[in-house]
């Protein structure tokens, strides 16, 4: 069973055109991450909640933001996406402490940009 | 320098072949550490997670950290085609969320 649902896993936008892709989990984890693939890259940190905490990577674009409606949902919202945002977006959670804090990816958005 | 070094490859191996992988890292702050497989346009999938230094194993797959010389390995054994894979680590401090990736190594298993 999926823990870590990401929705739509393909969307296609236009230039320009504000895009919101979501994510959501079952694991009850409080930090969830949102990461940037492009082809044959490491994955790239966008932004993270811990809790209702946002904490921003210094060089994420003021173009991408966040919320985090509840535990179990994060959005990622490109308010204008340029042809250097088509790219795999990842969503994933964890637990913020204890022994067991490894990093739950969901399969991905696939993001076109036309 | 990348906080996280993990060669590219791409690594190819002929099927039951031991596939050796491994990544080396600057932040001795460095305490959890994952490893992590992802198929083509999928998003990556944990194999295997440990914390500070050791071994641990698990089926085919057996993870080493040596935090002494900050390197960690993955090692895959009796690989199988379907292993062809890219395999990312990642790792984080005790203190703090965030998760630094390597740039993947590119493995091909060839029947």
């Known amino acids: 069973d999926a823990m870590v649902i990401q929705n739509p896993r393909y969307q296609v936008t236009q230039f320009g055109k504000p895009v919101t892709l979501s994510c959501s989990q079952t694991l009850n984890h409080n930090v969830m991450y949102w990461y940037q693939q492009k082809s044959s890259q490491a994955p790239k940190l966008l932004f993270h909640y811990y809790d209702k905490d946002f904490n921003n990577e210094a060089d994420t674009p003021d173009n991408f933001q966040s919320r985090r409606p509840n535990t179990s949902f994060c959005f990622l919202d490109i308010r204008s996406p340029g042809l250097g945002d088509a790219a795999m977006y990842l969503c994933a959670t964890s637990r913020a402490q204890g022994m067991n804090t490894e990093a739950f990816f969901g399969q991905g958005t696939r993001l076109t940009v036309v | 320098q990348k906080e996280v070094e993990q060669d590219p490859g791409p690594l190819s191996v002929p099927e039951g072949a031991i596939v050796s992988l491994n990544c080396t890292y600057s932040n001795s702050a460095f305490q959890y550490f994952m490893w992590y497989r992802q198929y083509s346009r999928k998003g990556p999938e944990l194999l295997m997670y440990t914390y500070s230094s050791g071994n641990k194993e698990d089926g085919r797959f057996t993870a080493q950290v040596d935090k002494s010389s900050k390197y960690i390995s993955l090692f895959i054994r009796d690989s199988q085609p379907s292993d062809s894979a890219t395999y990312l680590c990642?790792?984080?401090?005790?203190?703090?969320?965030?998760?630094?990736f390597g740039g993947g190594t590119r493995v091909l298993v060839k029947p």
């Open positions: 990642a790792m984080r401090p005790a203190a703090g969320n965030k998760l630094t």
